[in-house]
C-alpha cells in the first residue's frame, strides 16, 4: 500500500524528530546504556483503518540501528481494539526515542484513514465518491492525502499547480463565471481540467454554458443540489461540499452528486488511539 516517495518520508520524519531531540535524550541517554536492549509492540486501542505502519518502522530506523521491526498488519487494514500491529526488539535508548514520533505520525493518519473510511461506509450504495480538499496540516499533505487513499478516499487535487480551480474570489475579481474561464483557456494546457465553485443554479447554468469541467456545489441545500443534478444532466461532474456531517453526508449523495469533498478528513480528525507497550507481545 506505501506510495509516498522515500526522500519524502524521511524528509518529514527527521524534522519530527529534530524537533523532539535537539542534542540528546536527558532521560533515555543518562539511565540507559548503549548495549541495553528491550522487547515491544503497538498495539491498538480503537477500532478503525490503519494507516502509516510503514511509516512508523521508518522513525526507528533513522533514530538508530538495531531495531528489528517486524510489520504484523498493514495499511488499509480493519482493526480491532486490541489488536497488535508490530514487534519490536533492539537498543532500548532507540525505542524510546523513536516512540513519541512514531506514534504521532502513525495515530494521525490512522485517524484520518478511519473517518475516511466511516465516510465511505456512509455513502455506500450511491454514485458518490469522498475526497479531500487542500485544508491539511503544513509539511505533511502527500500523507495526510495517502491516509484518505487507505480509507478509500479519493484525493482532490494536491497543490495549485494540479488543477485550475475557481473559487468565488477568483469569479469576483475577474467579473464573472465566463470571462474567468474564456481567460484560463487561452494559457492553461490540453491536460488541465477546470473546476468552477457555483453558488447558486445560475451560476450553475453559467459554468456550463463555459463549458466547465467540473462544477463544486458550494453549500447548497438537498434539494437544490437535487435540481443542479436535473440542469446538468451529465454534462459535468458535480462535487458537492461545504457544511457537510455525519448527518447530512447521506443525504447529500442521494441528490446524485459525483464528489462530496470534505475539509475535516485532514485538517480536524480525531487521532487513532494506538499505544507502545513493553516486553513480549501477548499470544
Not at 532521560?27 to 536492549?37: A, K, M, R
Not at 518502522?57 to 533514530?63: A, G, N, P
Not at 487535487?157 to 475557481?166: C, E, I, P, V, Y
Amino acid at each position: 500500500m506505501m506510495q509516498l516517495l522515500q526522500s519524502y518520508v524521511d524528509e518529514v520524519i527527521l524534522r519530527a524528530l529534530h524537533e523532539d531531540i535537539t542534542g540528546m535524550d536527558v532521560t533515555t541517554d543518562f539511565l540507559l546504556s548503549p548495549e541495553h536492549e528491550s522487547d515491544a509492540y503497538l498495539m491498538a486501542k480503537d477500532s478503525g483503518v490503519l494507516c502509516g505502519i510503514e511509516i512508523a518502522k521508518r522513525v526507528f530506523d533513522l533514530v538508530g540501528e538495531g531495531v528489528t521491526f517486524t510489520t504484523l498488519m498493514n495499511d488499509g487494514s480493519t482493526v480491532q481494539y486490541g489488536d497488535i500491529l508490530a514487534v519490536m526488539h533492539g537498543p532500548t535508548r532507540t525505542l524510546l526515542k523513536a516512540e513519541r514520533t512514531a506514534l504521532n505520525l502513525l495515530q494521525h493518519l490512522s485517524g484520518i484513514a478511519t473517518e475516511t473510511r466511516r465516510c465511505v461506509d456512509i455513502v455506500a450504495g450511491t454514485k458518490a465518491s469522498i475526497a479531500d480538499t487542500r485544508k491539511c496540516m503544513v509539511g505533511i499533505r502527500a500523507m495526510q492525502k495517502y491516509a484518505v487513499r487507505c480509507g478509500g478516499g479519493k484525493n482532490h487535487r494536491f497543490n495549485l499547480s494540479d488543477g485550475a480551480m475557481l473559487k468565488d474570489n477568483h469569479i469576483d475579481a475577474c467579473g464573472g463565471i465566463l470571462p474567468a474561464i474564456t481567460q484560463l483557456r487561452e494559457h492553461i494546457g490540453h491536460m488541465v481540467r477546470i473546476e468552477v465553485e457555483v453558488r447558486t443554479l445560475d451560476e450553475l447554468r453559467e459554468a456550463l454554458e463555459a463549458k466547465a469541467d467540473i462544477i463544486m456545489l458550494d453549500n447548497m441545500d438537498n434539494d437544490t443540489m437535487k435540481e443542479a443534478v436535473r440542469i446538468t444532466d451529465g454534462r459535468a461532474m458535480l462535487e458537492a461540499s461545504g457544511g457537510i456531517t455525519h448527518e447530512t453526508l447521506r443525504g447529500a449523495a442521494e441528490t446524485g452528486v459525483d464528489i462530496i469533498s470534505i475539509g475535516a478528513l485532514t485538517h480536524s480528525v480525531k487521532a487513532f488511539d494506538i499505544s507502545m507497550k513493553w516486553g513480549k507481545a501477548p499470544r
